[in-house]
T-cell receptor, first 114, second 113 residues
Framework: AQSVAQPEDQVNVAEGNPLTVKCTYSVSGNPYLFWYVQYPNRGLQFLLKYITGDNLVKGSYGFEAEFNKSQTSFHLKKPSALVSDSALYFCAVRERGGYQKVTFGIGTKLQVIP | DGGITQSPKYLFRKEGQNVTLSCEQNLNHDAMYWYRQDPGQGLRLIYYSQIVNDFQKGDIAEGYSVSREKKESFPLTVTSAQKNPTAFYLC????????????FGQGTRLTVV
């Protein structure tokens, strides 16, 4: 069975500093990996995805993520955090083939401090 | 505009009642999903459907039912058998191809009164 782990419930970072939100996964075969962001009382919005190829993926709002197959990780990063980045971030994995179920992590709350 | 619409935004249910949450998409997506979100537990999959007239149980299907009679629609019924239904419910859709991202509705907050 596939699974996603986000080991940190909350990440605090000062505005202007780099940020990292961690994600590790477990899945049979090669994964499709995604990051989403959620603002209060709203649905999730897609940020970026890894399908194949370059391990560094760039996405919306200056975010990027690095796929590391040996460590089964897909950490979300941003060089300089903004207060407006404060939100709940979800990592997700989608299986290849079969019913292609999407599994989400429990989410990490990012707090950017002015 | 293409998108995915959930209604209502807020829903109140009395003990012992069944309620149905609506989810409609005009993105021509094949796959649709229902998730439940509780604080500290992330998104948990209730049901998903890859094609019309076919759906699969997710991780927490007990007390819920779905139908997929049309490609655009995937309603979720919360039955009286669901003992703790108060939660935020999210509907999502994707293309069948696994490398495509999901689009989410704005959610329905269900409260038992």
């Amino acid at each position: 069975a596939q699974s996603v782990a986000q080991p940190e419930d909350q990440v605090n970072v000062a505005e202007g500093n780099p940020l990292t939100v961690k994600c590790t996964y477990s899945v049979s075969g090669n994964p499709y990996l995604f990051w989403y962001v959620q603002y209060p009382n709203r649905g999730l919005q897609f940020l970026l995805k890894y399908i194949t190829g370059d391990n560094l993926v760039k996405g919306s709002y200056g975010f990027e993520a690095e796929f590391n197959k040996s460590q089964t990780s897909f950490h979300l990063k941003k060089p300089s955090a903004l207060v407006s980045d404060s939100a709940l971030y979800f990592c997700a994995v989608r299986e290849r083939g079969g019913y292609q179920k999407v599994t989400f992590g429990i989410g990490t709350k990012l707090q950017v401090i002015p | 505009d293409g998108g995915i619409t959930q209604s209502p935004k807020y829903l109140f249910r009395k003990e012992g009642q069944n309620v149905t949450l609506s989810c409609e998409q005009n993105l021509n997506h094949d796959a649709m999903y229902w998730y439940r979100q509780d604080p500290g537990q992330g998104l948990r999959l209730i049901y998903y459907s890859q094609i019309v007239n076919d759906f699969q149980k997710g991780d927490i299907a007990e007390g819920y039912s779905v139908s997929r009679e049309k490609k655009e629609s995937f309603p979720l019924t919360v039955t009286s058998a669901q003992k703790n239904p108060t939660a935020f419910y999210l509907c999502a859709s994707t293309y069948s191809a696994g490398n495509t991202e999901a689009f989410f509705g704005q959610g329905t907050r269900l409260t038992v009164v």
